[in-house]
């Protein structure tokens, strides 16, 4: 089950947490967050490559792209036997931000966005059926637990990919990993 968790940025241990999906659509609108879910328009397998996964999905990407003009898509897929799982999960947890927006679609597994807006941090627990977007220029970092299961559509506006600028800033040290996160749902 989805899941946001507002906190003040400088008291990770005083969350409030709403469970219901258009209440968290609606937090998230309030700071220009896309948050919704999708529906496959085939079938399709935990076993089948990218491009069927994308074809799966192909109208709502599409209605995607002509909404903000993405210039490519692809579909990152990270699991507990990645041999760079760990470099991956540590480069994700560092505050970031990025020229571009970030769009993520689960189609499989769950992952946790933390957005540093203001005084303010957004703990955005995202599963399967998801779809997130992170503004451009907003700091952020992501978790994906310490033994990562998750399949996700990348879209972005520029053929480039994913650019992060990272700040420094060790604020995601003081906040609840993924796995720390769902033992108190």
Known sequence: MSALTLYP?????????????AGIAEQLQGIGVKFERWQADSEFSVADDAEAVLKAYASSIDKLKQQYGFQSVDVISLNADHPNKDALRQKFLAEHTHSDFEVRFFVEGKGLFYLHVGDQVYAVLCEQGDLISVPANTTHWFDMGETPAFKCIRLFTTEDGWVA????????????????????L
């Open 9 to 21: 940025a400088d008291k990770p241990q005083q969350g409030n947490t709403f469970r219901d999906f």
């Open 165 to 184: 600028e990272f700040t420094g800033n060790p604020i995601a040290e003081r906040f609840p990993t993924l796995d720390q996160y769902l033992t108190t």
